[in-house]
């Protein structure tokens, strides 16, 4: 009988962690089309055959799903930040971060679109979402390793990279990891604001640009008397 129930339980965990999916992913479908305040929570249930109970017994409101949905995307992004930082350092994980980043945009602009009213709104990383391994094969099946990655904030990986290019000479000794962290953060979600409604496949250009032209004043600021 024991093995029974617990055979049972992880079947039943699995499911809820598929519905779970599911209904992220219509989510992101339907931010194609129309912002998050006028996607139905009938119409997400009715993509994901689920019931609307089983939705709100999972994400009390629609912005609860949307948060979830964002911290897969921390997640994908965190597993892009762990690659790159396997084989480089510093200012080329940072690079990396953006140009995933600048994909996102071009190949979801109303996803990122509702992932930047997210992070402007705080966007911080809820204790009440989190991933078991389990969860995250299902969410990346793709992205090997990805149950071993750490769910980590944006700023938490830029704010290390830093510190990592500062150490490895990439930028002057005497460069402000707060002051340099917001200005990153002022460009990663200041382009796509821009871009987004017009052009979101100038975002990785405009991106590249903006970080070259601030890691140059930097080191132009560090060299003056």
Same mark, same amino acid.
């Given at each position: 009988?024991? +093995?029974?129930?617990?055979?049972?339980?992880?079947?039943?965990?699995?499911?809820? +962690?598929?519905?779970?999916? @599911?209904?992220?992913?219509?989510?992101? /479908?339907?931010?194609?089309?129309? #912002?998050?305040?006028?996607?139905?929570?009938?119409?997400?249930?009715? &993509?994901?055959?689920?019931?609307?109970? @089983?939705?709100?017994?999972?994400?009390?409101?629609?912005?609860?799903?949307?948060?979830? =949905? %964002?911290?897969? $995307?921390?997640?994908? *992004?965190? $597993?892009?930040? /762990?690659?790159?930082? %396997?084989?480089? &350092?510093? =200012?080329?994980?940072?690079?990396?971060?953006?140009? /995933?980043?600048?994909? @996102?945009?071009? %190949?979801? #602009?109303? *996803?990122?679109?509702?992932?930047?009213? $997210?992070?402007?709104?705080?966007?911080?990383?809820?204790?009440?979402?989190?991933?078991?391994?389990?969860?995250?094969?299902?969410?990346? #099946?793709?992205?090997?390793?990805?149950?071993?990655?750490?769910?980590?904030? +944006?700023?938490?990986? *830029?704010? %290390? &990279?830093?510190?990592?290019?500062?150490a490895h000479?990439?930028? #002057?000794?005497?460069a402000l990891?707060?002051?340099?962290?917001?200005?990153? =953060?002022? +460009? =990663?979600?200041?382009?796509?604001?821009?871009?987004?409604?017009?052009?979101?496949?100038?975002?990785?250009?405009?991106?590249?640009? /903006?970080?070259?032209?601030? $890691? @140059?004043?930097?080191?132009?600021?560090?060299?003056?008397?």
């Amino acid at each position: 009988d024991g +093995i029974r129930d617990l055979v049972l339980s992880l079947v039943g965990s699995e499911m809820c +962690i598929r519905d779970r999916l @599911t209904l992220a992913r219509a989510l992101a /479908q339907a931010l194609a089309a129309q #912002p998050l305040s006028e996607v139905p929570v009938k119409a997400l249930c009715q &993509q994901a055959e689920v019931s609307e109970a @089983t939705f709100f017994n999972y994400f009390p409101r629609k912005q609860d799903l949307m948060a979830y =949905l %964002a911290h897969l $995307w921390l997640l994908e *992004l965190s $597993w892009h930040a /762990q690659s790159a930082s %396997a084989g480089s &350092q510093g =200012l080329a994980v940072i690079d990396r971060l953006f140009a /995933q980043t600048a994909k @996102t945009c071009e %190949a979801t #602009p109303g *996803l990122f679109r509702e992932l930047l009213v $997210w992070m402007v709104r705080g966007g911080i990383l809820e204790q009440s979402i989190e991933f078991s391994e389990v969860e995250k094969q299902l969410a990346f #099946p793709e992205l090997a390793g990805i149950e071993q990655t750490p769910l980590k904030g +944006i700023d938490s990986w *830029l704010a %290390a &990279q830093l510190e990592s290019a500062i150490a490895h000479g990439d930028l #002057p000794d005497n460069a402000l990891v707060p002051t340099l962290l917001a200005s990153l =953060l002022a +460009i =990663l979600l200041g382009v796509p604001l821009l871009l987004l409604s017009s052009d979101p496949r100038k975002v990785a250009g405009m991106y590249r640009q /903006q970080l070259a032209t601030l $890691w @140059t004043g930097v080191r132009a600021s560090a060299q003056r008397p």
